[in-house]
């Protein structure tokens, strides 16, 4: 933005110091900044501190944001131009490892990648280290009237390309980094509107060289966002073993706890389509599938809004599939918040995995359904731990394989605060056979915890459950159709126990990829909410059933069509 752009404001400390006409005319008299000359002229000492205090403004009105401002960079421009207009753009994103200008991003800052341009292995990684504030952040971003036209037709995202060889090459030696962004002692940062594709690695990246390669790296940063990014295509080498945690950050209790992925998209239906991807940031309306891990977060959060599918086994045959797993309770608070998650069709993968030592999980509007992963494949509750604190699990409709709707087995003693589950929608593939304490909801006894509370669940077969509509085929899946079906009026009115911060409101369904004017992108809400009542009962599972006229009905399994390469 232009200098001037905060004079009006910051103007009012020039009126604070209460100058007098006579003392501005003073101050625009030349003097010498040793002082000698001024008071030599009878400049008393009052009058020098005023100007002194006049200089230091003038600093003031001309520092920090009062800089920041928009650049440009396109593939074939140059470091060496000013990089403020398209006509004169830089040709690398500062941090880049061919990047040769010598600006420092400030606070405030916009920097737009021209759209369809291309940059190849040798400009990364990224070398990340510059902060915003969080009421000037520092953005990467695009501007749709600003594209290639001789690489496409229409705006289309700027693309990170590795070229199908390691970043950075060979991997694990020296202080190589195998990734397209590492942000160092970073803050309050988005990177938007990114196509990255053709990752490759071909090492033990999970244990030799553990966090030498993925696609994002935080170190030492906090409130970093990647918002509508498209990732894809990414494949292993024949030594590689699986990369799980392909958007990561250091473990420790202070870094990117407040780092977020939100609105993007990791398809790898053409690559190996059995690797990564282990996104350890608060994660929000994203679309994964053809993965081997969804989400696993090391750090609480908020982890919502999620479409997660075609979950495997992975090539190396040994990581562990997940769609969503906690695997550390690190943090201020150890709190997760999880919900309005679609987590389907999953071939392998444990469909949640929760309750790490002093883990206090708020579970909440999920689905889980064809999910086929033999005795594991629902919720697993907790997973571990010597002693986790709490569980809240409501409103969620799991389809369960087993004939149980979540397993607690015998780590039902390690909750040591509440474990609460009401209003939920369980369908179990046979004869629901869960403990009687429980009516049918886990498999064994809990125990030890302070508050056990067990209410308005609805248990049924799949049977029972197709018998009365609720189907895999519906638009919005195991939802009611009539106001007398079993869910309807049957679970308890939770708004005053419900967390801070949170609408209460029905499922709002997950994102959906969709190719939209030819971009690929999270696509959402599918589905409008409807409202829970404050007063009175709210239904069990994820849906409220509304009286109002039937909504549109979303595609429930969208195929995107990848777009050209460029």
Known sequence: ?????NLSAKFVLLLSLNW??????????????????????????????????????????????????????????????????????????????????NYNPVAGDTFILRGCDVWTNANFPINWTWSGSSANPITVDRDITWFNTAKCSSWNRPVFDAGGTAIQAPECTGGHKNFYIVASGASNVDFKWIEAKNYFWNSDQQSSCFGSGGFFQGLNSDFITLDS????????GGSATDNDHMI??????????????????????????????????????????????????VYQGEFGGNNIYNVRTSFDGTTHPNCIETVGALGPTHTYYIHDNLVHDALTCEGLQIGNTNEIDYVW?????????????????????????????????????????????????????????????????GTPSGSSQSGGMVDSTVTGA????????????????????????????????????????AGANLASSWPAGFSTNDANYACAEQTVLGVVQSVCPQRVSNTRPSSGAWDSGVYQFGSSAPQPSPPSHVVATVQPSQ
């Not at 003073?26 to 009058?47: E, F, N």
């Not at 990014?229 to 292993?236: E, P, R, V």
């Not at 420790?252 to 690797?275: I, Q, R, Y």
């Open 1 to 5: 933005m232009p200098i001037f752009a």
């Open 20 to 101: 007098t006409p006579g003392q501005w005319q003073d101050v625009q008299t030349p003097y010498s900044l040793h002082g000698r000359r001024s008071l030599d002229r009878g400049y008393s000492m009052s009058r020098f501190t005023y100007a002194a205090i006049f200089l230091l403004t003038f600093i003031f009105l001309c520092s920090g944001s009062a800089f920041a401002s928009s650049h440009f960079i396109a593939a074939n421009g140059s470091d060496s131009n000013n990089g403020t207009s398209e006509s004169t753009p830089w040709a690398h994103l500062p941090g880049m490892a061919t990047w040769t200008g």
């Open 229 to 236: 990014w498209y990732f894809h295509a990414w494949n292993a």
């Open 248 to 297: 990561a950050a250091a473990n420790s209790t202070t870094n990117c706890v407040n780092c977020l992925v939100t609105n993007s998209v990791f398809d790898n239906s053409d690559g190996d389509g059995d690797s990564g991807v282990g996104l350890q940031f608060n994660a929000t309306n994203n679309v994964i599938h053809d993965v081997v891990n969804a989400i696993k977060p």
């Open 365 to 429: 509007n999920n689905i889980w359904f064809n999910m086929t992963h033999g005795g594991a494949n629902g919720p697993n509750l907790p997973q571990g731990g010597s002693s986790t604190n709490s569980l809240f699990y409501w409103n969620n409709t799991n389809v369960d394989q087993r004939n149980i709707c979540a397993a607690v087995g015998s780590n039902g003693n390690k909750w040591s605060g509440s474990f609460v589950m009401q209003n939920n929608h369980c369908i179990t593939a």
């Open 450 to 489: 302070r508050t056990i509370t067990f209410s308005n669940n609805v248990v049924e077969s799949l049977s029972t459950a197709n018998s009365r509509g609720y189907t895999s085929l519906q638009s919005f899946v195991y939802s009611p159709t009539v106001s007398s079906d079993p869910t309807v009026g």
